[in-house]
């Protein structure tokens, strides 16, 4: 079936840096989100893209939706403390005859103080 | 504000025991989904419903697991004779449109290990 490649699996950072993460796939996507999720909780949305090349912000938070629609990139500038958690990205994508959203297996951001 | 809700949040079962975990999603959406998220691996689908309209189960592993939404609002996912791998976090998410393009807006999931 489909899978999203995202990378890297875990970063280990200081604050005020900038991250970059990323996801991967062989196969188009129609739709990218990339959510954020804290222990215990579910995911929270942060940006969703839906145009090829399309380039949208969020507060320190920037992706963009590859234009081969095969990839998308999210970027958080000047990291704070709060910024820790795991953030996955998830393409939409005609599967099985069906529409689904087809999650990565996430980043691990850690922020150093 | 009121987002998505579950519960119960942790259940415990012993191996067999029938299970039946429940979503109030956002009053008003029209679509509704359930995840399983295995330990440090992201979500994977299980099931949408269009109202009360179940249109795609595909993703259910096997026939013990059964989803419902009688009324186009709570939704009760149901595990019977459950296993040792039945055990993840089992995510309900919400969406005001039709069709798993839009936002999905998610609850904290229950919390399932089967002993």
């Known amino acids: 079936g489909q899978q999203l490649n995202q990378s890297p699996q875990s970063m280990f950072i200081q604050e005020g840096e900038d991250v970059s993460m990323n996801c991967t796939s062989s196969s188009i996507f129609n739709t990218w989100l990339w959510y954020k999720q804290d222990p215990g909780e579910g995911p929270v949305l942060l940006i969703a893209?839906?145009?090829?090349?399309e380039l949208t912000s969020n507060g320190r938070l920037t992706a963009q939706f590859g234009i081969t629609r095969k990839d998308s990139f999210l970027n958080i500038s000047a990291s704070i403390p709060s910024d820790v958690g795991i953030y996955f990205c998830?393409?939409?994508?005609?599967?099985?005859?069906?529409?689904?959203?087809?999650f990565g297996s996430g980043t691990r951001l850690l922020v150093r103080p | 504000g009121a987002g998505v809700s579950q519960s119960p949040r942790y259940k415990v079962a012993k191996r067999g025991q029938d299970v039946a975990l429940r979503c109030d999603p956002i009053s008003g959406h029209v679509s509704l989904f359930w995840y399983q998220q295995a330990l440090g691996q992201g979500p994977e689908f299980l099931t949408y419903f269009q109202n009360e309209a179940q249109l795609d189960k595909s993703g259910l592993p096997s026939d013990r697991f059964f989803a419902e939404r009688p009324e186009g609002s709570v939704s009760t996912l149901k595990i019977q004779r459950t296993q040792q791998e039945d055990s993840a976090v089992y995510l309900c998410?919400?969406?005001?449109?039709?069709?798993?393009?839009?936002?999905?807006?998610f609850g904290p999931g229950t919390r399932l290990t089967v002993l």
């Open positions: 998410a919400s969406s005001p449109a039709r069709g798993v393009y839009n936002e999905q807006f």
């Open positions: 893209l839906y145009k090829a090349g």
């Open positions: 998830a393409g939409g994508a005609l599967v099985d005859s069906s529409y689904k959203l087809i």
